[in-house]
């Protein structure tokens, strides 16, 4: 594959993220973002619009003709006190009790707390035959990984995947990157495949080799935190390429291409953001190729709750393999 895009230098240092390697701005979060980059035209893969040109095409298990990598990265699993008095007192005010006292106890009792949801999240993919990936935090910023153990182990037995969603401090960092995988394990019981980085934070080509000799299948960080689209022009998993040591890493990448806090931070409406991607769905379709989605646990209610379970029902009925990356990488 990658002699093919090498015969074309355009599409070869989109792929490779040649313009990373030595970039002129970063933002807060020290990342690179799609503001700061030339490729503009990120929601048309080109890369792998070029290798269906070539032809390259894949047969995918059941007969599926494209595939959705489902994901959940898990910031927090309880509402932030300031949050929660809030919103409880919105309810106080307009005379909802019950909603105020379930409101303010749901930081005490797990079945009331609107972000205990793997469980509801599992319900509404099981009636679509998906699966999918929630990567877990192991730095303890947010919450004890150790505390979670039966229900990471519950969700694995399930036959949901559990990926390790790396601390704001860990994309750059071999040590805490192995401690963190390490705790995930232990709690889980087993070894873990897949990573994300929280906040999206990625150096190219470091982060990846990083990851690969932390002993890591996959990553599925790279995507711009600031727009939907595909970062390295190309729709399908892949092997990174190190411009440095012009060698391939040990790692597949799952590209990132679609956000829900990006389409919220865009200030987009439901009509908007489902138009967005419906377009990336189906352009996703039409090279056959993956598109990788992170839909937060909380982010599953009202709205942005329908537009997920949308997002499920226009790709299962255009023949959509709906599946974890554990699935994308052993396939």
Known sequence: MNE??????????????????????????????????????????????????????????????????????????????????????????????????????????????????????????????????????????????????????????????????????????????????QSLEDALGKKVLGYRSHHLRFVVPDTWELLAQAGFGYDSTLGYPDSPGWRAGICHPFRPFNLKTNKKINILEIPLALMDATLKHQKLNMEKSWQIIQDLIDTTAKYQGVLTILWHNNYFFGPWLLLYEKILSYASSKNAWLTSGQEIYKF
């Open 4 to 181: 093919k895009i090498k015969q074309n230098k355009t599409l070869w240092d989109i792929f490779t993220r040649e313009e990373e390697y030595q970039p002129k701005k970063l933002d807060q979060h020290q990342r690179f973002i799609h503001s700061f980059s030339r490729d503009k035209n990120i929601l048309n893969p080109v890369v792998s619009e070029f290798l269906v040109k070539q032809g390259f095409n894949i047969s995918y298990p059941q007969g599926k003709s494209f595939a959705l990598c489902l994901t959940h990265d898990i910031d927090v699993v309880r509402p932030s006190w300031l949050g929660t008095i809030s919103e409880s007192l919105e309810y106080f005010f307009q005379g909802k009790i019950k909603n105020y006292l379930k409101t303010m106890l749901g930081i005490f009792i797990r079945r009331w707390n609107p972000w205990w949801n793997f469980d509801e999240i599992m319900t509404l993919e099981k009636k679509y035959s998906a699966r999918s990936t929630f990567f877990f935090l192991a730095d303890d910023s947010r919450y004890k990984i150790i505390s979670l153990r039966k229900q990471l182990q519950a969700i694995d037995a399930q036959g949901w995947e559990i990926g390790l969603h790396g601390g704001y401090n860990s994309f750059n960092n071999p040590s805490q990157l192995k401690k963190e995988k």
